[in-house]
């Protein structure tokens, strides 16, 4: 059974930056897709990056491209979103979510397990 948690959200300035963290249980990210999604209110939920077998392979939304990072701590099971420069419409619930593969595609893939978000302020 996949269990996921998410950490580190918080209200930060505009042009600041935030470390969000997801690890859990039931999957490897060594060998697995762990995806970073975003909601803000009354939008639909949106991708933002994601990351394949350890780091390997990473993929980004357009709109955090060259702003944020996803980075795996192998060891600890964990992903990490480094985001910088971050800009209000950046605010949201931020949830991860882990499937057995992806590809560049990823975003129009289908994720079935989500842990309980963690939200995000930006404040212009």
């Known amino acids: 059974q996949v269990h996921l948690v998410e950490s580190g959200g918080g209200s930060v300035q505009a042009g600041g930056s935030l470390t969000l963290s997801c690890t859990g249980s039931g999957y490897n990210v060594v060998n697995s897709c762990v995806a970073w999604f975003r909601q803000a209110p009354g939008k639909e939920r949106e991708g933002v990056a994601a990351s394949y077998g350890g780091g390997s392979r990473t993929y980004y939304a357009d709109s955090v491209k060259a702003r944020f990072t996803i980075a795996n701590d192998n060891a600890k099971n964990t992903v990490l979103l480094q985001m910088s420069s971050v800009k209000p419409e950046d605010t949201g619930m931020y949830y991860c979510?882990?499937?057995?593969?992806?590809?560049?595609?990823?975003?129009?893939?289908?994720?079935?397990?989500w842990g309980q978000g963690t939200q995000v302020t930006v404040s212009s």
């Open positions: 979510s882990v499937r057995g593969w992806c590809n560049s595609n990823w975003i129009t893939f289908s994720w079935d397990d």
